[in-house]
């Protein structure tokens, strides 16, 4: 699998190339404004972009979505609960076949109500549901603690504590980080009832 995280400096957000080896098909996951940086890095490795797959909807994440799929023919995937322009729509469990690669979409809400995390192989893309040290925030519309703490406590935690977890901004310490790590290490993770949660998250 060819895996390059992209680094976008305005509001530190991560973009991310993916691409299957032996097809050379390739998807982006939140372009997040980087269309000729992205271009660039599919063309040097000799990717065709056929999917944009985006985390969720918000402008940051989803900056340059439709240029880039103009510019490459591939189409927007999104959760069901996404209002924007997206061509295909994915849910819970759904596969997103690349090539070979298979990215399994994990529905994670709480940071905003379309929110997607996918695995492919064993990486876990968390968009702005987790962040290396952090969580996302829940408080702007659309956001809930409630939700949040299912997706975080009820879904990611439970995978594989060795997957390697690549959020959707450059939050924590370094821009990368396994499962494993994180369950130990990022506050937001400590063992909480949901009620607790809420508290938490309302504190700051
Ligand atoms: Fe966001």
């Not at 060819?2 to 098909?25: H, M, P, S």
């Not at 890095?41 to 056929?50: M, P, Q, S, V």
């Not at 690549?166 to 980080?177: A, C, F, L, N, V």
């Amino acid at each position: 699998m060819i895996f390059i995280q992209v680094l976008v400096e305005t509001l530190r957000n991560f973009a991310y190339l993916i691409g299957d080896e032996k097809t050379k098909l390739a998807a982006v996951v939140d372009p997040a404004g980087a269309v000729d940086r992205i271009l660039r890095l599919a063309e040097d490795r000799g990717l065709k972009i056929i999917y944009i797959i985006n985390t969720h909807s918000h402008s940051d994440h989803i900056a340059g979505s439709q240029e880039l799929a103009s510019a490459t023919g591939a189409k927007i995937a999104m959760h069901k609960k996404a209002r924007v322009t997206k061509h295909l729509v994915v849910e819970d469990g759904g596969v997103i076949s690349v090539g070979e690669l298979k990215i399994k979409v994990i529905y994670t809400p709480g940071h905003s109500p379309d929110g997607i995390s996918l695995l492919v192989e064993d990486k876990l893309l968390t968009g702005d549901t987790l962040f290396v040290g952090e969580c996302g925030r829940t408080d702007l519309p659309g956001g809930s603690s409630e939700e949040l703490y299912d997706s975080l406590f009820g879904k990611l935690v439970k995978l594989d504590d060795e997957l390697e977890v690549y959020p959707g901004h450059d939050y924590g310490d370094k821009p990368y980080s396994k499962l494993g790590y994180e369950k130990k290490h990022n506050c937001t993770l400590k063992p909480r009832s949901k009620d607790e949660f809420v508290r938490f998250m309302a504190e700051d």
